[in-house]
């Protein structure tokens, strides 16, 4: 007779008391799993745990936000294609540094897609997939931080060679004026044909240069006291340049386009002064357009303030040079075409105005000046 097996129940109830205890485990896990996600999930800086591969094992939600992309298409992609639009790794990788030195690694990386900057820092993490070496990565957006930085750096610089060059010209502007003024009464003596009325018409041309100078420089150490200013209406203003550079333009072939909008807030600033700023941007725009091409002058309102944008189909601007256009003397350009103080004297300018300047530029395609001031709407 075979025999029966029947288990016994105290083995049976072991069982299901072993298998409800893993059932509690599984939820405490589930529910730290989530305790963690969505603690990862309310950082706003992006954290992502990065492979020794640079392969993204996990990513939190800012980090795909940054990234422009879902979060589920960053697992597994490599962190300098998603964060800086590379296709190598980025040169001061801290989360190579981190693994390499076993020890945390900070670094400041540029995003090249989103146009930011990081402070990104590893913490090596022994855990990573299949028990290879990973780190933490956490980034930090100093973009604000570093134009602040900037134009910190920009403005006291700015009014340390004001004050140098202020001194200078004042000293230099009177012996000009001497030497322009012996000049032309030579002139007068000298007959046409003899040989040194050449010489000394190119001793005027070399007085007059340098009397323009002089002026640019006097002009970037002046600040304006405030008394000039007036409420302003922009549009009119670009209209009043127009006859300035319609020549210049004409004789490069450039086409010259006017989108102003209607209604604008006016401005409080000083006419003269903010006519020079338009001048010098619309005179480099046409200088950069040396084969013709478009520039396209306009003003609009956003939120609170009135822009105007001077956009050039030109050579563009050099990675190498982009930092320094703003710079006194910084130029390109052979001498007599250029003293390198247009933008400098600008951005002092439109400072004074409690105004921004900004320049976006691709070489070979053209730059786009746009210019930020504080506007009232009318019936203030
Ligand atoms: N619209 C532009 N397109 C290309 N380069 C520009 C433009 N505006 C300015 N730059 C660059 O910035 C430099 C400085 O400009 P600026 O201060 O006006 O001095 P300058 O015109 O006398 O050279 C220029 O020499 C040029 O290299
Ligand atoms: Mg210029």
Not at 27 to 34: F, H, N, P, S, T
Not at 244 to 259: G, H, Q, R, T, Y
Not at 361 to 370: D, H, I, M, Q, V
């Amino acid at each position: 007779m075979p025999r029966k097996t029947k288990k016994p129940a105290i083995k049976n109830n072991a069982c299901e008391t072993r298998l409800s205890e893993l059932k509690q485990l599984l939820e405490v896990i589930e529910r730290a799993k989530q305790m963690w996600q969505a603690t990862f999930d309310a950082i706003r800086d992006p954290v992502a745990i990065i492979s020794e591969d640079y392969d993204i094992e996990r990513a939190n939600i800012a980090t795909a936000r940054v990234a422009g992309v879902d979060i589920k298409e960053l697992v597994g992609k490599k962190c300098y294609k998603i964060f800086a639009g590379r296709s190598t790794v980025c040169d001061g990788c801290p989360l190579t540094h981190a693994i390499e030195a076993n020890n945390p690694s900070i670094s400041k990386l540029g995003n090249q897609i989103h146009k930011l900057d990081f402070e990104a820092s590893a913490y090596p993490y022994p855990g990573g997939k299949e028990r290879s070496k990973a780190t933490v990565v956490h980034y930090r957006d100093i973009t604000e931080e570093k134009r602040l930085q900037q134009e910190l750096i920009q403005q006291e610089k700015m009014a340390a060679i004001g004050m140098l060059a202020g001194g200078v010209a004042h000293e230099i502007n009177n012996p000009i004026g001497g030497i322009l003024a012996f000049t032309q009464l030579l002139m007068r003596d000298v007959q046409r044909g003899d040989p040194l009325r050449a010489d000394l018409e190119e001793i005027e041309r070399a007085a007059i240069r340098c009397k323009k100078i002089v002026a640019d420089l006097l002009d970037f150490s002046r600040s304006s006291s405030g008394r000039e200013k007036q409420w302003v209406d922009v549009n009119t203003l670009v209209e009043k340049i127009v006859p300035f550079i319609k020549a210049e333009m004409k004789s490069l072939n450039i086409n010259l386009k006017l989108e102003l909008k209607a209604d604008l807030p006016s401005v409080y600033a000083d006419a003269n002064r903010l006519q020079q700023v338009l001048l010098n941007l619309m005179t480099n725009a046409c200088q950069a357009m040396a084969k013709g091409g478009d520039l396209v002058v306009s003003t609009y309102a956003d939120k609170t303030d009135l822009c105007i944008q001077v956009d050039d189909s030109g050579c563009g601007i050099s990675k190498e040079n982009f930092s320094k256009i703003f710079d006194p003397f910084f130029t390109t350009k052979p001498p007599g075409k250029g003293t390198g103080l247009g933008l400098s004297v600008s951005y002092r300018i439109i400072r004074e105005h409690n105004g921004t300047i900004d320049v976006e530029s691709e070489e070979g395609k053209g730059t786009r000046f746009t210019v930020r001031l504080p506007a009232i709407k009318e019936g203030r």
